[in-house]
């Protein structure tokens, strides 16, 4: 009987955290790969185990992508919707361009547009690399417990579809 109380607590237990459970196909997000403060804007140097706990949403930009600047007040309005949450946006600017490797116009950039989050500088693409990225503006979304669950690959737009999705797949993450 007592196997049985533990057996039926153990499902319950399960069933109440299952959001918490990678899906079988998650698996664990690439460490930043940047750790000179110099490469960090608005943040000192971060890792994704000083993140466990949160959800994350990794953005991937370059400096001359309109596709990315466009996606900007969205993602400002994604830390505003978020405020208080156990949420946290990580821009990684990975330029494609040699002229976009300029420390001091992708910290411009952060200010025109209002990035407030954490900015690392990628101009070697390891983070990209790491992280298996190909595309600008995408956007990995990554679970409390440091797996990747999610993600989305485009210029997004507050109340766009991929917008909504994104933002159902970060709350179901809380």
């Given at each position: 009987m007592v196997n049985l109380v533990k057996f039926i607590f153990a499902v319950i237990t399960l069933a109440a955290t299952s959001h918490c459970v990678p899906p079988a196909?998650?698996?664990p997000a690439a460490e930043f790969t940047h750790t000179d403060?110099?490469?960090w804007i608005n943040s000192d140097p971060l890792t994704l185990e000083s993140l466990r706990g949160r959800v994350v949403l990794i953005?991937?930009?370059a400096f001359e992508c309109w596709n990315c600047y466009r996606s900007f007040p969205w993602?400002?309005?994604l830390e505003e919707k978020f405020e208080g949450e156990p949420?946290?946006?990580?821009?990684?600017h990975s330029p494609e361009?040699?002229?976009e490797k300029n420390i001091d116009s992708v910290r411009e950039k952060a200010r025109e547009f209002d990035l407030k989050h954490p900015i690392m500088i990628d101009n070697d693409h390891s983070y990209w690399r790491a992280i298996g990225n190909r595309f600008w503006p995408a956007?990995?979304?990554?679970d409390k417990q440091g797996q990747i669950r999610e993600v989305?690959?485009?210029e997004t737009h507050a109340g766009d579809k991929r917008a909504q999705q994104v933002e159902a797949a970060i709350e179901a993450l809380f």
């Open positions: 196909d998650a698996k403060p110099q490469t953005d991937f930009w993602l400002n309005s949420f946290t946006i990580v821009g990684v361009f040699e002229r956007y990995y979304l990554i989305f690959i485009g």
